[in-house]
């Protein structure tokens, strides 16, 4: 019988615990490779909830919120920066949506009674 050595790495993480200033909860979703994060946070007014998606990048929070949203999520980037996510219309209709940073883009499928980007 042959002994072989087995030798395990330790696997290290950092952690960072963040905010986004003046929110009542922050919520990170996805990561990319330039250490970008996008997620949301909320706005407690009195007895309501608001919420909104947001950008992290290089200490700096951005809101990412659609127009004509009530309420919006960022759910993931990819290493371009390009972000989806989904929203709340005024008339209560979710819809996905893709942000390039300049133009929000709606995705909503023919006939689908809602929609939501990952």
């Given amino acids: 019988m042959t002994t ?3 030798v395990l790495a330790a696997i290290v993480y950092a952690f960072e615990v963040f ?3 003046g929110s009542s909860c922050t919520s990170a979703s996805k990561i990319n490779d330039q250490q970008q994060i ?3 946070f ?3 007014t009195g007895e309501t909830s608001r919420l909104y998606g947001f ?5 700096t929070f951005k809101t990412i919120d659609p127009p004509g949203s009530t ?3 960022a759910r993931g980037i990819n290493a371009r920066g390009h972000i989806v996510g989904t929203f709340v219309t005024d008339d209560d209709v979710q819809k ?4 390039d940073g300049h133009v929000f883009q709606i ?4 006939g689908s009674a809602l929609s939501d980007a990952y």
């Fill in 96 to 99: 996905g949506y893709l942000w």
């Fill in 19 to 21: 905010s986004v200033p």
């Fill in 42 to 44: 909320c706005i407690r």
């Fill in 71 to 73: 309420n919006s999520t």
């Fill in 4 to 6: 072989i050595p087995l």
């Fill in 38 to 40: 996008v997620g949301d």
């Fill in 107 to 110: 995705i909503e499928p023919p």
């Fill in 55 to 59: 950008l992290l990048e290089n200490g």
